[in-house]
DNA sequence: GGCTTTTTTCTCGACAGTCGAGAAAATAAA
DNA sequence: TTTATTTTCTCGACTGTCGAGAAAAAAGCC
């Protein structure tokens, strides 16, 4: 069903739409606004007197200018007007920054995850006094924070801030809007990690002005992650995180530590690599967790052309190769970018994943994919963070208006 | 990237909310219509003479009512606003039918496909004749024609009315709006006939009130098709068919008719369930055609315990189950809807189905998906069409205007 | 039949938003 | 000090939605 416009609705549309201009482009002049938008200079005054009411952004006092003329002056977020908070949990650690509004990071440390005390209730804990001390460690008071991004690989809810599996805490589930419950009004936000690598590569395609219709981001490791970001026929920008690793590629690929067999993880997450390379029975209890040196002197093997080796990091790219196959069956062929540690190997994984696209009729149709390894996922992650809990924190503020 | 608003769009949505109102529930008075769309009385006292000032809804005459005071007049839209084209290509016959605006069948004839005349130039000869004999038949001039809806099965271009891959044609591209050209200003649209059942189940779903995020409709039969209709963030409806009877299911489910190895359809498809139970080897090249009784021998073995027509199923069904929980790991957790022929067989899949559903983590999480068989495709398909047609021409007449 | 009641539709003025044009402001160049 | 140039601000026009009440039209009542 659609659903009614009026006035109110257009004018939340625009100020959102000057609000993520400033954003981008991080200050910008009156002028350079209308240009940015298309929106006509008496309106961009009108919302720019409202937004700067609202303490949301500010003209700044610096001038830089060479020709003649009335000077511009520049619009630009204004950075205490609130703050974020940005988690990300990993197996080993979990990193806690706090950034400003205007996204510049201000705070941060991180907490070793004491695999001894296990269990989501103290882990919620844990969190929880974290978070306390961030912002006592910056004397901020806690309604002044607008939005807490966590991120975490596995499963998530689509709809709320649920981690309905993960390789930490398996499936007993963690919510972390009740966690936070009514203490702080900040907007909580759960996302897969590799959901943020997707948002902050086609932040970074929009900036610099490339057109893609859809963008997949693949992070190998020990688990393996898929973010998407799609354009919807408007415009807006839809990323999501369905479940990749833990799709099924062929039961072949044995037991996967979800608990199910043939996942695409049991084939091309590092314990399959490790699994299939030793020659394990496939049923075996996947490893916890593999050292990244194990992983080195199988592809050193693999390299020297040694057998098992070199046909375990096959199929795992045949793994990875067939499931982005039936991803661009199931969405549409789209750029793929791939990070994180397992990128070292890639070379490694190249042929299978080749071999594992060339078997579908909509790759022998459209073609292979465009793959891009790209690096530094921790920076990508963050960014993602900033991007996606930002954009969160700018629409609160335009549809809750002058309410 | 957002994009500006101003009030002209706001018109533009309200008004196509009105007309929308209007087409599902074929007339309403104004007041009805207030109910309906939440729009205030002027609002759509405005509206209203606009859309009857263009001539695209009317009142009509009859005031059906019993009780007092001023009787309520019924807007309608206005049936001889314009026609729309239906055409459903088969692989052994094409169903042309005219429908007028108000979405009521004036004519329908059909052509059986010559196979001798193959090849894509000849059919779009006969293609073309066949649209200039509906129009002569009715007497209506072709630029009363607002939209021709074209089906087949097979992979269709998301973006336009190109036929990439179908199994009448094969991977012979066939370009309807190029066909077509300049003659025709109605606008033409191609869809895949499965996409057509999820639009109309979709259009029904939303009819009985019946609230969705996602649904998907799968065809069995000879070949396999899949429609997904989703609902996006503001509530609007996408249908869509990417491929999912060519999407790899697992090498050994042998030679495709596509040309690739281990399609689901090599599997679940009539071709590869009969070379399944005749225990042919799987790089045997399918047959063109499989007559429904022969299915039907093969399902009778089936019932009666023997073991190859009963495995053969099972297999199809299991190429099927694993698809579908790829399909829900990918996108989310949604009903299924079955139709086609191959649903006679049902029982004989469900088994298999529901193995290869349970071995992903997804549908260990989240449950089964329900699964429902429904009758009469071809109904389906035909309604289908008409709603796509006729919500197209109804935002062509929206987005026009007073243009 | 004429008056009242009831329900629906239409109309008017208020309000919110965008836009184009031109006024006002602010600086560099002459 | 004046002029030219560029930017920002302001005003009136236009379009759109909304609420309230007027007008319309039929049924009920006497």
Redesign the pocket.
Known sequence: MLT?????V??Q???ALVLSALRRKGSL????I?EQT????????????ELERSGTIAKTEQ?V??????????FAPRRDCGYVIVVRISSDIVQYSLADYGGVLLDRFEEARSHDVSGTAAFGQVFVAALERLLQRSRIAKDRVLAVSISSKGLVAGDGARLLWSPVFGSEELDFAKLLGQDWRARIMLSNETLLVAQALAAKAEEKGDTFKALAAISLGHSIGLGLARKGRSGELDVFAPNFGHMLHASSAGLCRCGSFGCIEAAAGFYGILRAAFEVPSDTIPAKFVPLSEMDKIAAGARQGQRMPGYAFRQAGIALGNGISRLTSLYEPMPIFVTGQGTRYFDLLQKGVEEGLAQSLQVRLEGLPEITVVGDEQRLVFDGHLDRALSAVDSDITAA??A
């Open positions: 009614k416009s009026s006035t109110e257009v004018r549309q625009n100020s002049s009156h002028t350079e209308a298309g929106l006509a200079s008496a309106t961009i005054s009108v919302i720019t007197a001038h200018q060479g020709g003649r003329g009335r000077p511009r002056v520049l208006g002058h």
